[in-house]
């Protein structure tokens, strides 16, 4: 009986033994995981941060390069790769995958891999065709005025090097899938004065552009905002105030320290802007846009909803496109004017980060598991 219970217990002790053997090689497993896991977020992020055009137009499709290698404090690495997926098609958007490796210290250091896929636009190719562009209805009231004749915004043509090298081309005045409902004395003028899309997935490309985009955004507002000031802030050293939250560069004030700042400009949601001055980049409303007052825009508006401009004033100078994420409507009062300005929209687009690579906002970051 003596022996019999050695044996029991001899067991239980062994089975003890084992469970706390596995329980012990689990845990180190799960904290060299994590460990690897941060190591390889880690070299993502050191991945990113080394992104510029240069590099990624020396990637051809199909082939990679090693981006980064480094290791943390803790002695844990991270190796990074940068692959090129698209078909290399200079009309379109260059798709490349980073994917980071972490490994953990330690003679059984774990091994994680997480990526993001990075877009790089090739240029201002997600506006504009026209001076405005609608998915639905155009109603104009007397003295609204669409004008797609490209034309360079006065208080940038007393300066030859601005928009010297950049033709104009001439654009049709309003593109639309609806119909155009002109009051008596409103105006529109372009190359034709109004046309239909070329693509019927023309908006639903703007709605994904918004996405896209407002990942760069420099400014960013909750939907529903009412903006009664909007100007051009400096700091005491000369320098442009860049994190002032109402600072949308100075467009029409070429000796201003923010001449040469667009920002990217985000609204996830309805936006009112009531300021008489002015702005100039890419704004991006979600939802529905109204512009009151005097207010002047120089460069690219992206509206998901509807836009309203005027009466009393509201101007544009660049390209509009309106619909991506809903009807699209428009309503242009009397004093309202949209005017097409390559110039404006070129400036914009290469001032601003949106060529600048960034991660995709659906994929901005997911693991590799094997």
């Known amino acids: 009986m003596a022996l019999f219970a050695l044996v029991i ?12 053997v596995r329980q012990w090689r689990a845990t180190g497993a799960g904290s060299q995981g994590g460990a690897a896991l941060y190591a390889a977020d880690a070299g993502l992020n050191a991945g990113l941060a080394r992104l510029d055009l240069g590099v990624l137009d020396s990637v051809r499709p199909g082939d990679g390069l090693t981006l980064a290698k480094g290791s943390l404090v803790s002695g844990d690495e991270y190796s990074v790769r940068l692959s090129r997926w698209d078909a290399g098609h200079d ?30 636009t090739p240029g201002g190719d997600f506006c504009c065709g026209a001076g405005l562009e609608a998915r639905g209805a155009v109603r104009l009231d007397s003295g609204a005025v669409i004008s797609g004749l490209d034309i360079v915004p006065d208080s940038w043509a007393v300066d030859a090097e601005l928009c010297g090298d950049i033709e104009l081309h001439d654009r049709p005045g309003i593109v639309t899938d609806g119909r155009v409902l002109p009051a008596a004395g409103a105006l529109v003028q372009g190359t034709p004065p109004v046309a239909s899309p070329g693509s019927t997935d023309e908006f639903g490309d703007s709605g994904r552009w918004l996405q896209e985009l407002a990942v760069s955004a420099d400014l960013r507002y909750p939907g529903g905002t009412v903006l009664a000031h909007v ?18 560069g100075a467009p029409a004030a070429p000796g201003h320290p923010c001449f040469t700042y667009f920002p990217v400009i985000h609204a996830a949601g309805d936006l009112i802007v009531g300021a008489s001055a002015s702005g100039q980049g890419i704004l991006l409303v979600d939802g529905d846009l109204e512009i009151r007052g005097g207010f002047e825009f120089y460069g690219v508006i992206l509206v998901g909803g509807g836009l309203t401009a005027g009466p009393g004033g509201g101007r544009v100078l660049g390209g509009v ?50």
């Open 9 to 20: 217990v001899g067991a239980l002790v062994a089975g003890g033994y084992l469970v706390a």
């Open 91 to 120: 009309s379109g958007p260059a798709y490349y995958l980073i994917a980071s490796e972490g490994r953990a210290h330690g003679a059984r250091g774990g091994r994680r891999q997480v990526a993001a896929m990075v877009r790089k």
């Open 231 to 248: 100007g051009p802030a400096a700091w005491a050293n000369g320098e442009c105030g860049r994190s002032s939250p109402s600072n949308w």
């Open 321 to 370: 496109r309106v619909g991506g994420l809903g009807s699209g409507s428009v309503r242009v009062g009397g004093g309202g004017e949209v005017h097409y300005s390559g110039c404006a929209v070129e400036r914009a687009v290469e001032g601003s980060k949106v060529q600048a690579p960034h991660p995709l906002a659906q994929f901005g970051w997911f693991e590799i598991l094997e």
